[in-house]
């Protein structure tokens, strides 16, 4: 599986937007882009993922770049729940079908 | 709530024992998964079943196995119990073998202490 790149931490400011970059030069043709967020005691949690066009759900929105060699997770309003550990992971498509994590970046919001 | 039931939540023991953690996946749900999470490794992907069948396999030590059951649920089976296999153990159910567009879905994970 390709790999990613992502900040160690970010912070934010409480009800303020966050763009959680990550970054994926040797992305392949057939990768999607998964996001998967992990709070403090739980075990990971689905965000959302995309292939090439952007993604809106309820939770968040993602960015794709035009070449794909990068994306960025936005929350358009942190709240204090909204900390934790956020992954981005390369799924290859027609793969065995497990995430791989990476370390992800810690994401602090403060009130 | 995921859905994703794992028992025991904490499990305490001593070296060179044997342990069960169970799950069981969402309803409908035939792929299980399960990772092991340490402070110094982070969330490590161990074995994959689809539908009773092993599907994939990741960092999986030989002193550790697993299976799916016909109703679906799944047992690791760790044995021979060191310091080191002292973590977080997630279990994660899909609801197909879809590898483009299925999500994860976690439960709270067994905390598994080696003494």
């Known amino acids: 599986d390709a790999k990613t790149t992502q900040p160690n931490s970010m912070e934010s400011n409480e009800e303020e937007p966050v763009h959680l970059p990550c970054n994926h030069s040797?992305?392949?043709?057939?990768?999607?882009i998964h996001w998967y967020r992990q709070l403090p005691s739980q075990g990971p949690e689905y965000v959302i993922h995309g292939l090439t066009s952007n993604v809106n759900n309820r939770m968040a929105s993602l960015a794709i770049a035009e070449d794909r060699k990068s994306s960025t997770l936005i929350l358009h309003r942190a709240t204090l729940r909204d900390a934790a550990v956020y992954y981005c992971i390369l799924r290859a498509g027609g793969s065995q079908g497990n995430l791989i994590f990476g370390k992800g970046t810690k994401l602090s919001v403060k009130p | 709530d995921s859905g994703v039931t794992q028992t025991p939540k904490h499990l305490i023991t001593a070296t060179g024992q044997r342990v069960t953690l169970r799950c069981s996946p969402r309803s409908g749900d035939l792929s299980v998964y399960w990772y092991q999470q340490s402070l110094d490794q982070g969330l490590q992907f161990l074995i994959q079943?689809?539908?009773?069948?092993?599907?994939a396999k990741g960092n999986i030590l030989e002193r550790f196995s697993a299976q799916q059951f016909p109703d679906l649920h799944s047992e690791l089976n760790l044995s021979s119990l060191e310091l080191g296999d002292s973590a977080l153990y997630f279990c994660a159910s899909s609801v197909a073998d879809d590898r483009w567009n299925e999500k994860l879905f976690f439960g709270s994970g067994t905390q598994l202490s080696v003494l």
């Open positions: 040797t992305i392949s043709g057939t990768d999607y």
């Open positions: 079943y689809y539908n009773g069948e092993e599907r």
